[in-house]
């Protein structure tokens, strides 16, 4: 079936940066468009930004301008998302999820990456 | 950025029970209105989408409605295995927004 699995928990210093994978199985990862997004403790789900793993395009939220990276190996169909200059506000689980177009609906999403930035 | 609104936060309802639970976009976002269902230490998992349609595999129980800025989700009968929290997403736009969540407990 078509399942999204995620890397392992991360624990960070600020300052930091982290890298979290996103492997595709039961679909070919070029075939659709991943999404990353993340959700802080108590808080809603925030959209990252997309990536298109056939062309390499990427589209990032401004909040993440120039401090995310979303790139994909498509030999392993893995995507990867790194995030930089991490703060305790970066504690957070985050998510890939895939979509059919460049928007749409988020089916089926990853299980999840906790990211914890502590001194 | 498009808010999405969902309230209220949480909603106490008996199995059985018919639910509905809002979601309001602050501007017209046509039918580009999605619906998940959050448990905790899961991923959440597509229910509705485009407003009313509904996901493969989703129980019948589960519908969605609505258009432009005014949607509900709605559960015909209660079943215990619905305790969990339930929020909306629009990508009319970009950025794609998320409602907070509506937090489902069964009496």
């Known amino acids: 079936q078509v399942q999204l699995v995620q890397s392992g928990a991360e624990m960070k210093k600020p300052g930091a940066s982290v890298k979290v994978s996103c492997k595709a199985s039961?679909?070919?990862?070029?075939?659709?468009?991943l999404h990353w997004v993340r959700q802080a403790p108590g808080q809603g789900f925030e959209w990252m930004g997309w990536l298109n793993p056939n062309s390499g395009a990427t589209n990032y939220a401004q909040n993440f301008q120039g401090r995310v990276t979303m790139t994909s190996d498509t030999s392993i169909n893995t995507a990867y998302m790194e995030l930089r200059r991490l703060t305790s506000d970066d504690t957070a689980i985050y998510y890939c999820?895939?979509?059919?177009?460049?928007?749409?609906?988020?089916?089926?999403w990853g299980q999840g990456t906790q990211v914890t930035v502590s001194s | 950025d498009i808010q999405m609104t969902q309230s209220p936060s949480s909603l106490s309802a008996s199995v059985g029970d018919r639910v509905s639970i809002p979601c309001q976009a602050s501007q017209d976002i046509s039918n580009f209105l999605n619906w998940y269902q959050k448990k905790p230490g899961r991923a959440p998992k597509l229910l509705i989408y485009?407003?009313?349609n509904l996901a493969t595999g989703v129980p019948l129980r589960f519908s969605g409605s609505g258009s432009g800025t005014y949607f509900n989700f709605t559960i015909s009968s209660l079943q215990p295995e619905d305790l969990a929290t339930y929020f909306c997403?629009?990508?009319?736009?970009?950025?794609?927004?998320f409602g907070l969540g509506t937090r489902l407990e069964i009496k």
């Open positions: 039961g679909y070919t990862l070029t075939g659709y468009y």
């Open positions: 999820a895939r979509v059919e177009a460049i928007l749409g609906w988020f089916d089926p």
């Open positions: 485009d407003a009313s």
């Open positions: 997403q629009q990508y009319h736009d970009l950025p794609i927004t």
